[in-house]
């Protein structure tokens, strides 16, 4: 069966100090990939999304970048925190004809 | 551009009694729509989706949800709750079924005794 991983769990980092959360993805292959935040009491918005591996399309303008250096992970990072970038970080995958299934997510808090 | 309106931000609502969590979209194409369960600190979990077909859906934990294409809404239904489904509920939908979604502002569920 199919599982997502996510971590670190729980991340607190000062504001101008780099960022790099992982996603991987086991039991598939060539799945979709998307990056998700949410903020408190919002709902959820899409910031990346990767069809394959070094593909990544970005939704918003912001501070974050992705990376896809292998099938089956995603990477989202930043060079330097801004106090806006805290929030719920999850991680989805997808495959053809099938819903997107969600990690447990990174809730990061920026001091 | 799709659009998905969740009606109401905050849903109390007593042990046992029924419940509805309102959903609205905006499409002129067809549309994939589903509802997301998010118990706190948690990711989310697919609770139902409508692809095609019949426009009453069954999903987990007792839900069902009813497609109304003249209406665009997607409305969550469960006739008896529990504690245990106290959680923000999402509803979201996409051009197809592996692809990008679109969220609501989720609705929170609370449940009382």
């Known amino acids: 069966s199919q599982t997502i991983h996510q971590w670190p769990a729980t991340l607190v980092q000062p504001v101008g100090s780099p960022l790099s959360l992982e996603c991987t993805v086991e039991?598939?292959?060539?799945?979709?990939l998307y990056w998700y935040r949410q903020a408190a009491g919002r709902g959820l918005q899409l910031l990346f999304y990767?069809?394959?591996?070094?593909?990544i399309s970005s939704e918003v303008p912001q501070n974050l970048s992705a990376s896809r250096p292998q099938d089956r992970q995603f990477i989202l990072s930043s060079k330097k925190l801004l106090l806006s970038d805290s929030g719920f970080y999850l991680c989805?995958?997808?495959?053809?004809?099938?819903?997107?299934?969600f990690g447990d997510g990174t809730r990061l808090s920026i001091l | 551009a799709q659009s998905v309106t969740q009606l109401d931000s905050q849903v109390p609502v007593f042990e046992e009694a029924p419940v509805e969590l309102r959903c609205n979209y905006s499409?002129?194409?067809?549309?994939?729509l589903f509802w997301y369960v998010q118990y706190p600190n948690q990711g989310l979990q697919l609770l139902l989706k409508?692809?095609?077909?019949?426009?009453l859906v069954k999903g987990i934990n007792g839900f069902e949800a009813e497609f109304n294409k003249s209406q665009t809404s997607f409305h969550l239904r469960k006739p008896s709750v529990h504690i245990s489904d106290t959680a923000e509920y999402f509803c979201?939908?996409?051009?197809?079924?592996?692809?990008?979604?679109?969220f609501g502002q989720g609705t929170e569920l609370s449940v009382k005794p």
């Open positions: 989805a995958w997808s495959v053809k004809d099938q819903p997107q299934h």
């Open positions: 039991g598939t292959s060539n799945p979709n």
């Open positions: 990767s069809v394959g591996i070094g593909q």
């Open positions: 499409s002129s194409v067809s549309v994939y």
């Open positions: 409508y692809l095609s077909g019949s426009t």
């Open positions: 979201a939908v996409s051009y197809n079924q592996g692809g990008k979604l679109i």
